[in-house]
């Protein structure tokens, strides 16, 4: 990279939470943010926003008539985003840059848009403009009155991180200096479930103390389950004096598609981007490791198989956040992001507390967290690797 990149504010959204304090508490406790839905008879796993933040979120829906007709993705990321800009103390309207990613957009409305029309043969008004992908950064943009460029995307699992690259991209260009990221996702609906389920990789568990084994390697069966939630970083170019975190090398690959959610057993795409993101950077010099580990046998093994071709068996430690909150497709790299820059700011490392010491290396890990590596990667092997570091001074 020409320049680090400075992480000056950082707002999310999930079950964990809606303030930086309460999701760091619950990141510091053992217990997971699951609860049970019922589709089709069917106790189904998955990772709610709480009832506090829905009435928050409610709130925001009565504050601009135009905002009932929004979707829950939409309405994640305008939330996340105010707060994201608040803290960053960036004023609006403002000229700065928007990239929000999403993997499935407004999945809630486009389901019912699309009964309607099978009962009705009859396209609701609002069908068409209320379920554009693009309806989260523009939606954004126009919350925000931000005038600089505005980029909507989908890359499946790994969007928020490669929206992390756009931004990156954008301000060591010198095209602009402030660039907001991240991801969003409302993906808790029942065809969106239906797909998952039906590629065998959901999560049959509804009564084990930790439904998803996420970076549990021995497990016989998958155990992926779906989350809701969003994230939002601004990012400004250089070292800035209220940096929370400094991006200091970004990686990316794609494989070539064997399969339409395959990856190699060894995550080439995994080795490939994470070396890029290490640079000149030493192996030995990285702390933690976020990985993607979405809880899939095939999934967590190549992304640790990568891990071992790059760092060898005295890895850094490892975790995820996949157990406690589910997988939040688009969202889930960001809320990585967030994970490791809590980390990195409290100097406290959060373990997957079903995991072994000896897997994750927690015992070796040093005094002072001073990097962290985070990891995403999409259907057909579109991976992302993001280097943090503490900021020094």
């Known amino acids: 990279m020409q320049q680090p990149i400075s992480i000056t504010s950082i707002a999310s959204i999930s079950p964990l939470g809606h303030s930086p304090e309460l999701i760091w508490e619950r990141y510091q406790d053992s217990e997971h943010c699951i609860s049970l839905l019922v589709y089709n008879g069917i106790p189904t796993t998955q990772g709610q926003i709480s009832k506090v933040a829905v009435k928050e979120l409610e709130a925001l829906r009565d504050e601009n008539e135009h905002y009932k007709d929004l979707d829950n993705s939409v309405l994640f990321g305008i939330y996340a985003a105010r707060k ?9 309207p403002g000229d700065f840059g928007i990239n929000m990613g999403s993997s499935r957009g407004a999945t809630g409305l486009f389901e019912k848009y699309h009964q309607e029309f ?7 008004t ?3 403009p209320t379920t554009t992908l693009g309806n989260i950064s523009s939606w954004i943009a126009n919350d925000l009155q931000s005038s600089g460029p505005d980029i909507s995307h989908s890359i499946t699992c790994s969007t928020a991180l ?10 060591q260009s010198g095209l602009t200096d402030r660039f907001l990221v991240g991801g969003s996702e409302a993906p808790l609906t029942p065809f969106t479930i239906a797909q998952m389920k039906a590629l065998k990789i959901y999560t049959r568990a509804t009564d084990d103390p930790y439904p998803c084994k996420a970076l549990e390697l021995k497990k016989r069966q998958n155990t992926m389950f779906l989350g809701e939630g969003a994230a939002v970083v601004c990012l400004e170019k250089g070292h800035k004096k209220n940096a929370k975190a400094l991006i200091t090398g ?11 959610i395959s990856i190699s057993t060894n995550a080439d795409c995994f080795q490939k981007s994470m070396r890029m993101a290490l640079g000149t950077c030493l192996s030995s010099e ?18 640790y198989n990568a891990i071992q071709k790059i760092f060898g068996t005295q890895h850094p430690a490892l975790t995820t956040n996949k157990w406690k909150i589910g997988h939040t497709f688009g969202a889930s790299g960001i ?8 980390m990195l700011e409290h100097q406290k490392f959060i373990p997957v507390p079903y995991v072994t010491p000896e897997f994750t290396h927690e015992d070796s890990l040093p005094k002072k967290i ?12 579109n991976a992302v690797s993001i280097l943090l570091e503490l900021p020094q001074g």
């Open 162 to 171: 490669h929206a992390v690259l756009n931004g990156v991209a954008w301000l």
């Open 84 to 92: 994201a800009v608040r803290i960053a103390g960036w004023e609006h």
């Open 126 to 128: 609002l069908s068409s």
């Open 370 to 381: 001073q990097k962290i590596l985070v990891n995403a990667v999409g259907f057909g092997g």
């Open 118 to 124: 099978l009962t009705n043969n009859i396209a609701a």
């Open 286 to 303: 990285i702390d933690v490791i976020v990985m993607h580990a979405p809880g899939t046998i095939k999934g967590d093994l190549s992304e």
């Open 250 to 260: 970004i990686g990316y690959a794609t494989e070539p598609l064997k399969h339409n």
């Open 335 to 342: 809320l990585s992001m967030e994970l490791a820059i809590l």
